[in-house]
């Protein structure tokens, strides 16, 4: 039985280690204005290795409603980690945001230094806030190896509490 519970406890400690590798990091917008007076709002996610965006819900709204939607597909191939942007397909509008430092998988807050909010006219707007940024948050590591813990423990505790079993005598 000590030998299943080791086993369980490496295979779960190997299970939260490999969850946490492949985690999705969430990059949330934060005072994003464009020069038309809208702004972008929501967040996205990016795989591990910051090269697809694997989610998302932006919503661009405001008063310059020919360049306001909410974003129904995403364009990643060729723009991250440093830039990333969203559109309304089939009506053409855009926007396109840039970081600088690029987005990695670490997280944090980065600037957004330029991006353009763009109708279906062609006509674009630029963003114009004081301190536009995304914040990224990368899963906690340690709490499913914490879970994990938790649950060989419980065994553990269980295995020794079940009826019909003696205890060992030192």
């Known amino acids: ?57 932006v919503v661009i709204s405001g008063p310059g409603t020919d360049a306001a939607f909410t974003a129904n597909e995403a364009f990643s191939a060729g723009y991250l980690p440093g830039k990333v942007g969203f559109g309304d397909s089939p009506a053409l509008r855009f ?39 995304v914040d990224g948050v990368s899963p906690e590591p340690l709490s499913l190896l914490l879970f994990g813990t938790g649950l060989v423990a419980i065994m553990g505790i269980a295995r020794r509490k079940l009826p019909g079993r003696s205890a060992r005598v030192s």
């Open 95 to 133: 926007v396109d945001l840039f970081f600088t430092p690029d987005l990695t998988s670490l997280g944090g807050i980065v600037p957004i230094t330029s991006g353009f909010d763009c109708n279906d006219a062609g006509g674009c707007a630029t963003v114009n806030s004081e301190d536009p940024t």
């Open 1 to 57: 039985m000590k030998m299943t519970i080791r086993l369980l406890a490496a295979a779960l400690f190997f299970a939260g280690i490999a969850a946490c590798a492949s985690a999705d990091i969430t990059w949330t917008l934060s005072d994003v204005g464009f020069t038309n007076g809208n702004t972008a709002t929501g967040f996205f996610t990016t795989n591990d290795a910051v090269t697809t965006v694997t989610g998302w819900d």
